[in-house]
């Protein structure tokens, strides 16, 4: 029996993921006039902002002063500010409502293990904080995705074993996580870059608890 539900945020509650690659786009292109390909946005999902900056300078193969590192952290966050400011209850992805209340309705627990410092400010925009009994803070724990630390956490806060959680997920460190925490993973994405995910949908929509739960029990037999 499913007893917690773990949900990440960027690329499964809101479509913000997109969001997070445009406002490092415009961060390189204004100071290093550079364009980052494509394949850095899957790298760069569910990864800390520090991991992710980090991961992009290495393939643009720069080197900054730890200060620089900081001010660039600073300038691509104020940059995905921005793009939020027009965040509504609406642009909540499809099922997502849905799922949280089904959740809710069989008194399975809800934590967010989202590993963005913004994320408690978005679930308010989308007003949908009253669902979630813990927020997972990912300035506490001690590694990010793909380690498992904060699904760990998120089952902590809800008090339910890993093992007895599903995480949702839409990247791959994401999916690593989860099964690294060895909660059942639920990915919602491609099996080309989800493969890993106990279970796959294809988009949000696609969650439904009924579904979830009748995997679920076949994985723990
Ligand atoms: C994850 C995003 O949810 O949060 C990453 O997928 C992002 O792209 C990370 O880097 C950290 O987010 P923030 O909002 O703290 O910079
Ligand atoms: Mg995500």
């Given at each position: 029996?499913?007893?917690?539900?773990?949900?990440?945020?960027?690329?499964?509650?809101?479509?913000?993921?997109?969001?997070?690659?445009?406002?490092?786009?415009?961060?390189?292109?204004?100071?290093?006039?550079?364009?980052?390909?494509?394949?850095?946005?899957?790298?760069?999902?569910?990864?800390?902002?520090?991991?992710?900056?980090?991961?992009?300078?290495?393939?643009?193969?720069?080197?900054?002063p730890q200060k620089q590192f900081e001010q660039l952290m600073i300038e691509k966050n104020q940059l995905y500010?921005?793009?939020?400011?027009?965040?509504?209850?609406?642009?909540?992805?499809?099922?997502?409502?849905?799922?949280?209340?089904?959740?809710?309705?069989?008194?399975?627990?809800?934590?967010?293990?989202?590993?963005?410092?913004?994320?408690?400010?978005?679930?308010?925009?989308?007003?949908?904080?009253?669902?979630?009994?813990?927020?997972?803070?990912?300035?506490?724990?001690?590694?990010?995705?793909?380690?498992?630390?904060?699904?760990?956490?998120?089952?902590?806060?809800?008090?339910?074993?890993?093992?007895?959680?599903?995480?949702?997920?839409?990247?791959?460190?994401?999916?690593?996580?989860?099964?690294?925490?060895?909660?059942?993973?639920?990915?919602?994405?491609?099996?080309?870059?989800?493969?890993?995910?106990d279970l796959l949908v294809d988009d949000t929509s696609q969650l439904k608890l009924d579904i979830i739960q009748?995997?679920?029990?076949?994985?723990?037999?």
């Amino acid at each position: 029996m499913i007893q917690g539900a773990l949900f990440d945020l960027d690329g499964v509650i809101a479509d913000t993921s997109v969001y997070h690659f445009q406002a490092w786009r415009a961060l390189i292109q204004t100071n290093f006039h550079k364009k980052l390909p494509d394949e850095l946005e899957q790298r760069t999902k569910g990864v800390s902002r520090a991991d992710s900056l980090q991961a992009i300078l290495d393939f643009l193969q720069i080197d900054v002063p730890q200060k620089q590192f900081e001010q660039l952290m600073i300038e691509k966050n104020q940059l995905y500010l921005q793009s939020l400011e027009q965040l509504q209850p609406k642009d909540t992805l499809p099922g997502i409502v849905a799922l949280l209340e089904a959740l809710q309705a069989q008194k399975i627990k809800i934590a967010l293990a989202s590993a963005s410092r913004n994320a408690p400010t978005i679930l308010a925009k989308l007003q949908l904080t009253d669902y979630f009994a813990a927020i997972a803070d990912p300035a506490q724990v001690q590694a990010g995705k793909p380690a498992p630390d904060i699904f760990l956490a998120a089952a902590q806060g809800i008090a339910v074993a890993p093992k007895d959680c599903i995480g949702i997920e839409d990247s791959i460190a994401g999916i690593q996580a989860i099964n690294a925490a060895q909660a059942f993973s639920v990915g919602v994405g491609s099996a080309q870059e989800l493969g890993a995910a106990d279970l796959l949908v294809d988009d949000t929509s696609q969650l439904k608890l009924d579904i979830i739960q009748t995997q679920f029990a076949k994985h723990i037999q």
